[in-house]
């Protein structure tokens, strides 16, 4: 009887053994090939000594093609040879599936690829075990937010992804047909995570698409993204918020950390975890910065890709990675954020993380009247946000949240040049497959 293993787990004096995998690459010496047999965990080597395992099997594994899906049966030999320690003498193999010659990519080539081609295959792109830790990383980030909120009292929710009008703005919608209808796509759970405030399910979180027309081909827009979505009422202030995330993100990057070893090696990175507690800069120091830095912003500008990071490079000086942006004008902020009475400023704050933003969120207006003016000095219509403003007719509590995108957070953990390379089949402008 063979007993089917992974590359992980096989051990000398296993006996015999069966391995699965793909056929990463073949050597013949004329009495002696290695066939590289990549599983998920791993490589084992292949050794097949022409004499030993016959010329039949010899000729058979050493004129398989690259990539094709085999399963080796055989004996386990230790190896100081091999980076595993261990090889495999094979008795019999069988082929699963041959693949096409020539490939569309390798997998183990070092030229340079493009990220098209990568993209157009992602399937071979995933192949390769730097590509395929990163995603290996952002199931575990995933779970240690799960793990954060629950511990916090969060109950997880899910709100619908085909909307009837949108929450953050018109011109960033994906409309679509519904029936004989106009629907959209949602660009955000806001207003449904707010509704939810009303009801007694008064600590919510969500982990789901979100869709958004942007015309921008940048390395940190998709058209389709992860958005962790948190909302909590009975707050006192905006501060409760920010300490919420705080304690949130500091478990998922130092959890990421040690979980993680493994691929993060595999990928050569080593994640800092950034002291705490986060600074808070206000949105006029930004602003100085950004200016001092020879960019020139007005106030209500938004600081924009270039203001983020001569911040960013600001704060990097002062070794902080990750920090509040607070006292926004409430002019440049939705209609659901508060207002800082007396004041220009509103309770909303970005979260900016190496120079860039990945979050955003606030204390909301809980109180009818103040949001409906809210609407209309946005020019907003009330009637047009029914259902979500009935929720503030009858009962609603304070509250904030917010709203972080999982890709730039895990960018940014990893320092990846592109968001691109935290999505498994990104979504911009010009993308739509695979
Ligand atoms: P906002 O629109 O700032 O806020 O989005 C929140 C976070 O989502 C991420 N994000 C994106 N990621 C990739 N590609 C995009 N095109 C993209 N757009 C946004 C960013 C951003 O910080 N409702 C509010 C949140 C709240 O107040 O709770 C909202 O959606 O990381």
């Not at 089917?4 to 995998?21: E, F, P, R, W, Y």
């Not at 759970?189 to 921008?216: C, H, N, W």
Request: glycine share 8%.
């Amino acid at each position: 009887m063979t007993a089917l293993k992974d590359s992980s787990n096989i051990a000398v004096g296993d006996g015999i053994v069966t391995v699965n995998g793909w056929v990463q690459d073949i050597r013949n010496m004329g009495g002696i090939a290695f066939l590289q047999l990549r599983d998920r965990f791993g490589i084992i080597q292949v050794t097949m000594p022409k004499k030993k395992i016959g010329q039949e099997l010899f000729d058979e594994l050493t004129s398989l093609s690259r990539e094709s899906v085999i399963s080796v049966t055989g004996e386990v030999k230790e190896s100081n040879q091999t980076a595993l320690g261990l090889e495999l003498i094979p008795s019999e193999y069988q082929l699963h599936s041959a693949a096409g010659v020539p490939l569309p990519m390798g997998v183990i080539d070092k030229v340079n690829v493009e990220m098209d081609t990568r993209l157009n295959n992602r399937f071979m792109d995933l192949r390769k075990p730097e590509v395929k830790a990163i995603f290996e990383l952002k199931s575990m980030m995933v779970a240690l937010i799960e793990e954060a909120v629950r511990e916090n009292g969060f109950t997880q929710v899910f709100t619908p992804k085909i909307s009837a009008a949108g929450a953050e703005g018109g011109a960033e919608l994906f409309k679509i047909k519904y029936f004989d209808k106009d629907a959209f796509l949602s660009q955000s759970p806001q207003l449904y995570k707010q509704v939810l405030m009303s009801t007694g399910l008064d600590r919510v979180f969500e982990i789901a698409p979100a869709f958004r027309a942007e015309q921008s081909n940048t390395n940190r827009h998709v058209t389709e993204f992860i958005s962790f979505d948190g909302e909590m009422s009975w707050i006192q202030s905006m501060d409760d918020v920010l300490a919420m995330i705080e304690v949130i993100i500091d478990h998922v990057i130092t959890g990421l950390k040690e979980k993680g070893q493994k691929q993060l090696e595999i990928i050569g990175k080593e994640i800092v975890v950034p002291s705490r507690p986060y600074p808070k800069l206000t949105y006029s120091e930004c602003l100085k910065i950004v200016n001092d830095g020879g960019l020139p912003l007005k106030n209500g500008d938004d600081l924009g890709t270039e203001g983020e990071k001569i911040v960013g490079d600001y704060m990097a000086k002062q070794g902080k990675d990750l920090y509040f942006i607070v006292e926004y004008p409430e002019e440049a902020k939705p209609f659901y954020i508060m207002e800082k009475d007396g004041t220009e400023f509103s309770y909303a704050f970005d979260l900016d993380y190496k120079g860039q933003e990945i979050s955003s969120g606030g204390q909301r207006e809980h109180r009818y009247d103040r949001l409906v003016a809210r609407m209309e000095k946005k020019g907003l219509d009330p009637e047009d946000f029914g259902f979500y403003l009935d929720a503030f007719r009858y009962g609603m509590p304070p509250h904030g949240g917010w709203g972080i995108g999982i890709e730039r957070l895990l960018v940014k953990m990893l320092d990846l040049p592109n968001i691109r390379e935290a999505i498994l089949f990104p979504r911009d402008p010009s993308r739509l497959s695979p």
